[in-house]
C-alpha cells in the first residue's frame, strides 16, 4: 500500500511572519506528529516568490509581500525543516497556489508505482491546500485525496471550513 503525505505551505510567513495567524500556529504540533508518524513519503511544498512580488497579478490582489525566496518567512518552521533534513525529503517550490511540479511527479511515481491515498495538511486551508488538493484530484483522478482538516488553517475560522466543505464537494476527504 502506497500513502504519500503533502504538507503544504509550513512556512514562517503563514505562520507568525506577514501573514501569520493564531490557528496557523497553534496547528504546527499537530502537523509535526502527523509527519512523524506517517508511514510513507512525505513531500513538502514552499510557496516561493521574487522580489517583484507586488508587481505580480497575486501580489496586485494581495498586496502583502511575503514568502520571498531566501529570506526568513520563505523558509519552513524550523522543526518542519528539520524533518526535512533527516529524512532527506523533496520541496518543490511554486510560485503560484497550487503546484504542477509535484502534480506532475506524483503522477509519474503513479505510472510505475500505483499511489493508494495522498493526504494534505498544511496553510492556508483556501487558497494553497484547496489548490493543491483538486489539481492532484485533477491529475490523478483515480487516487484517493485526503485532507486532514486538523491539521490545516485558513486565512479565516471561516474560508477554512468553507474550504473544507468544496473539497467535501470535489470527493476529497476530509479527515
Known amino acids: 500500500m502506497s500513502k504519500m503525505l503533502v504538507v503544504v505551505d509550513m512556512q514562517n510567513d503563514f505562520i507568525d511572519g506577514a501573514l501569520g495567524t493564531k490557528e496557523a500556529a497553534a496547528i504546527v504540533p499537530k502537523v509535526l506528529e502527523k509527519i512523524k508518524k506517517f508511514k510513507g513519503q512525505v513531500f513538502y511544498t514552499r510557496d516561493t516568490h521574487q522580489e517583484n512580488y507586488l508587481e505580480t497579478l497575486e501580489g496586485k490582489k494581495l498586496p502583502v509581500k511575503h514568502c520571498i525566496a531566501g529570506t526568513k518567512g520563505w523558509e519552513l518552521h524550523r522543526d518542519i525543516q528539520a524533518l526535512v533534513q533527516e529524512n532527506h525529503s523533496m520541496i518543490f517550490d511554486k510560485p503560484t497556489f497550487g503546484s504542477m511540479a509535484l502534480a506532475g ?21 483556501d487558497i494553497c491546500v484547496i489548490s493543491n488538493a483538486l489539481l492532484l ?16 488553517a485558513g486565512v479565516t475560522p471561516q474560508s477554512h ?8 464537494m470535489c470527493q476529497v476527504e476530509i479527515l
Open 105 to 125: 511527479f506524483l503522477n509519474g511515481i503513479q505510472k510505475v508505482a500505483p499511489i493508494d491515498a495522498i493526504e494534505l495538511v498544511g496553510l492556508c486551508t
Open 137 to 152: 484530484k485533477s491529475v490523478l483522478p483515480d487516487t484517493k485525496i485526503l485532507v486532514d482538516g486538523s491539521c490545516c
Open 161 to 168: 471550513e468553507t474550504a473544507l466543505k468544496a473539497m467535501a
